[in-house]
């Protein structure tokens, strides 16, 4: 079975930071997109950032970049989302995905094959 175990939410006031891990077990790690989708009530699910560990090409939303950074160990089948410089809209349910790599489709809702448990990320102004 597929399972990415995500970890590393938190209460953090703004202007600070926070580091979210994914475990991925399961799965042929360097063949997939292993990413970070959040949620708030009310709105879609959108792409935060994603990494290919085959290759090193990543996605940022537009709203994180510069502030937010993917990184993938590899060794240990891990992706890595270093968080700094939190705003209150950052709060969200934060959700580990893996999906294939499709260059013209990469980090999209709709090519997500699996989603890891979420983990809540609360930014206090």
């Known amino acids: 079975d597929v399972q990415l175990q995500a970890s590393g939410g938190g209460l953090v006031q703004a202007g600070g930071s926070l580091r979210l891990s994914c475990a991925a077990s399961?799965?042929?790690?360097?063949?997939?997109?292993i990413g970070w989708f959040r949620q708030v009530p009310g709105k879609e699910r959108e792409g935060v950032s994603c990494?290919?560990?085959?290759?090193?090409?990543?996605y940022y939303e537009d709203s994180v970049k510069g502030r937010f950074t993917i990184s993938s160990d590899n060794a240990k089948n891990t992706v890595y989302l270093q968080m700094n410089s939190l705003k209150s809209e950052d709060t969200a349910v934060y959700f580990c995905?893996?999906?294939?790599?499709?260059?013209?489709?990469?980090?999209?809702?709709?090519?997500?094959?699996?989603w890891g448990q979420g983990t809540l990320v609360t930014v206090s102004s």
């Open positions: 995905t893996a999906g294939p790599y499709y260059s013209h489709q990469f980090c999209e809702l709709d090519v997500i094959d699996y």
């Open positions: 990494i290919s560990s085959s290759d090193g090409a990543t």
């Open positions: 399961g799965l042929a790690f360097e063949e997939y997109v």
